[in-house]
């Protein structure tokens, strides 16, 4: 099995936590490209979606999902993205594509988070994925030396704009044994809008996809 069928499998297992009427939050990248074109064929079970992304938005709406305006809901039952590190407590780092901080607002206004992905992605401790960090352009250099300051070697994200208009550093060597504390440090520089630490709301359920199969971890 390649990587991408393990995603796919991994992504399919994951329409199982859709339930009839749901608005489903639609996280971002490769394994929920899979995603997505699942819900597609159950469109008619769910009431419709929210989009942690442009590009999510339009491969929904090009289903014929029907896209909803978070700021209209009271709640989001699920949420399902997947994820560029996770660790079997749950804990994340996001935002390889791009789009943490909609995700993280999408995924902290859910009541579960179904995180998918390959078995290349669960880690025993997060930080050999550079962490993403959204950052306003003018702030750009300032939160580049916090980071350097907190252990960090940041790189900018050449020719990349988030749907946000912001730009990416994308930070190695972070310490990250408490991922609660290094999420909250970084979010208290001046300038940063969001980084890919997903720790507060971490993810409730992990679909691992390897070889013999898609393995389910409670977190
Ligand atoms: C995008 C993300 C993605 O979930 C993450 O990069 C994993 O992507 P893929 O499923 O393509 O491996 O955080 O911002």
Same mark, same amino acid.
Do not use: W
């Given at each position: ?10 992504? %399919? ?55 909803? #305006? ?10 399902? #993205?997947?994820?560029? %590190? ?31 992905? #390959? ?38 994200? %050449? ?10 550093? #994308? ?49």
């Amino acid at each position: 099995m390649d990587q991408d069928q393990k995603k796919s499998a991994a992504a %399919e297992a994951a329409l199982a936590y859709v339930e009839v009427g749901d608005v489903v939050g639609v996280g971002t990248g490769t394994t929920v490209n899979h995603f997505i074109d699942f819900l597609g064929r159950a469109k008619g079970r769910i009431d419709g979606a929210v989009a942690s992304s442009e590009a999510s938005a339009e491969r929904l709406s090009r289903l014929g999902i029907r896209l909803l #305006d978070l700021n209209h809901l009271a709640d989001v039952p699920l949420y399902v #993205d997947g994820a560029d %590190e996770a660790t079997s407590a749950g804990y994340l780092i996001k935002g390889g594509g791009g789009a943490l901080t909609r995700e993280k607002i999408v995924a902290s206004a859910s009541r579960k988070f179904v995180c998918v992905m #390959d078995n290349s992605k669960l880690v025993k401790m997060l930080g050999a994925f550079p962490l993403p960090v959204e950052v306003i352009p003018m702030a750009r250099s300032l939160v580049g030396r916090r980071l350097v300051a907190y252990g960090g070697l940041p790189e900018f994200r %050449e020719g990349f704009e988030s749907d946000n208009g912001n730009v990416v550093l #994308d930070a190695r060597n972070l310490p990250l044994s408490n991922p609660h504390e290094m999420e909250k440090k970084i979010n208290n520089i001046p300038g940063v809008v969001e980084n890919g630490i997903f720790a507060e709301r971490r993810a409730d359920i992990l679909l691992i996809s390897g070889e013999n199969g898609v393995e389910c971890l409670e977190t």
